[in-house]
């Protein structure tokens, strides 16, 4: 069989036993199959170490001069990591490195498989969770206040100011200063739209903006005003819809729904309902992640770590059950996305019969540990993670 071409895609490289299971992936399922083609980028711990952490931003930048990326997951340094890897510096975070240089938003959503049902019963297809990463609490002034004590809110601008009184203090208590920028919440909600066109579903977005009356307001207004001039149309043609609602709203219709749409949340909102979600869709092991600018790069990865513990076992020796699903699927995603850009049907529909291979697999009931604790319906076999991908490739080949 001839092997198929592609364009090229920014490939980040990582750590631990993600990095194990990502030479594991090229070599069974990808490189077979497909004549790769990818500007290859070492985001290990070392090698990031080795470049001063320029590896990363060569890495951002080739995402967004390619459009397409696959990462592996990575290493974010601690004290402790410093130590272990005798570290220059503790570096920053990939993550937040490549998001920062692509303005873009995170959007997880879980693999879904006939053997592991949500534990929401009425959940038939994924959410999506978006979560708008800037600002709110995660950049907040906060002081703890001693005593009886005037707070303002102050604002001194060019030639405009602002003053009101937050709370005349009688006693000790807490303050706390919020901010988000119109331009973050405008990329954010371009970002959101964009995707949800993308995979053709409705679109989400709750806040509390009849208690925030300016702050959650300004966002419910932007994302209106943005969908409004920017994608009522193309949502229309594509039959999905945007919708916006309370959140606390939002809440009680997730959990009544049957999932099949991209909720998009605020900084906090989205971190916890995040958890929340993918935790009732399963295991962390199955979810994954798409980092997406507003102007349309897209960056696809495994939501979970790089799965330490299992790869200080693997070191010793052993052969790990861990799942590779999340981290196939951010190769299938990237590939998928390369192929709809160039309109190579062909990478579209490789990308389509390993994901099937893998369900199919799983639905026969070869799995990873972490699922064969989950599963329901008929005879499991607990897989390690290199049986599983041999069970893979065996259905792959099977329908190529
Ligand atoms: P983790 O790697 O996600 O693993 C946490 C636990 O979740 C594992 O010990 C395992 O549980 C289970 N798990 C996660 N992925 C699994 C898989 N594919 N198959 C089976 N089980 C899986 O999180 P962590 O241990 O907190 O973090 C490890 C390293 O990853 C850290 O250095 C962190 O900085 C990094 N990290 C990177 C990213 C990223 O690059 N996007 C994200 C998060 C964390 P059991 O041990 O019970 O089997
Ligand atoms: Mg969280």
């Given at each position: 069989m001839e092997k198929l071409r592609m364009n090229p895609i920014a490939e980040m490289d990582g750590d631990e036993m993600t990095r194990v299971i990502?030479?594991?992936?090229?070599?069974?399922?990808?490189s077979p199959f497909v004549e790769l083609n990818t500007e290859y980028y070492d985001l290990g711990l070392p090698n990031r170490d080795a470049t001063e952490d320029q590896v990363?931003?060569?890495?951002?930048?080739?995402?967004?001069?390619?459009?397409?990326?696959?990462?592996?997951?990575?290493?974010?340094?601690?004290?402790?990591?410093?130590?272990?890897?005798?570290?220059?510096?503790?570096?920053?975070?990939?993550?937040?490195?490549?998001?920062a240089a692509l303005d873009g938003t995170v959007f997880r959503t879980p693999i879904m498989t006939a053997r592991v049902s949500p534990n929401v019963k009425t959940w038939k297809k994924p959410i999506t969770i978006a979560r708008h990463a800037y600002g709110d609490i995660y950049k907040a002034a906060e002081y703890r206040v001693p005593g009886p004590g005037k707070a303002r809110l102050v604002f001194e601008g060019n030639g405009v100011s602002y003053e009101d009184t937050i709370y005349d203090f009688e006693c000790a208590g807490v303050?706390?200063?919020l901010y988000n920028k119109d331009s973050s919440?405008?990329?954010?909600?371009?970002?959101?739209?964009?995707?949800?066109?993308?995979?053709?579903?409705?679109?989400?977005?709750?806040?509390?903006?009849?208690?925030?009356?300016r702050y959650d307001q300004t966002f419910k207004l932007i994302f209106q005003r943005i969908y409004d001039e920017e994608y009522r149309e193309k949502f229309e043609e594509a039959g999905i819809s945007y919708f916006y609602t309370l959140i606390d709203d939002a809440v009680a219709r997730v959990i009544r729904s049957e999932g099949g749409f991209v909720w998009a949340l605020k900084n906090y909102d989205g971190d916890v309902m995040s958890d929340m979600v993918s935790t009732a869709f399963g295991s962390l092991a199955m979810m994954t992640s798409v980092l997406m600018s507003p102007?349309?790069?897209?960056?696809?990865?495994?939501?979970?770590?790089?799965?330490?513990?299992?790869?200080?076992?693997?070191?010793?020796?052993?052969?790990?059950?861990?799942?590779?699903?999340?981290?196939?699927?951010?190769?299938?995603?990237?590939?998928?996305?390369r192929g709809e850009l160039d309109g190579s049907g062909a990478l579209c529909g490789f990308a389509d019969k390993l994901e099937k291979a893998c369900l199919d697999t799983i639905g026969s009931g070869v799995m990873t540990g972490d699922l064969a604790a989950l599963a329901e319906g008929g005879d499991?076999?607990?897989?390690?993670?290199?049986?599983?991908?041999a069970a893979v490739r065996k259905r792959l080949e099977e329908t190529l």
């Open positions: 990502w030479k594991l992936i090229k070599d069974e399922l990808l990363t931003l060569d890495a951002a930048a080739a995402a967004r001069r390619l459009g397409v990326a696959v990462k592996c997951a990575t290493i974010t340094p601690n004290l402790q990591r410093v130590e272990e890897y005798g570290l220059k510096k503790m570096w920053k975070s990939p993550n937040a490195t490549i998001r303050l706390q200063g919440i405008e990329a954010f909600a371009r970002s959101c739209f964009a995707y949800a066109l993308a995979v053709r579903q409705p679109l989400w977005f709750s806040a509390k903006d009849t208690i925030s009356k102007d349309g790069c897209f960056e696809y990865e495994a939501a979970h770590g790089t799965v330490t513990k299992h790869y200080y076992r693997y070191l010793k020796g052993e052969k790990t059950s861990t799942n590779p699903m999340a981290t196939i699927f951010a190769w299938t995603g990237a590939l998928r996305k499991v076999v607990k897989a390690d993670t290199w049986e599983f991908v």
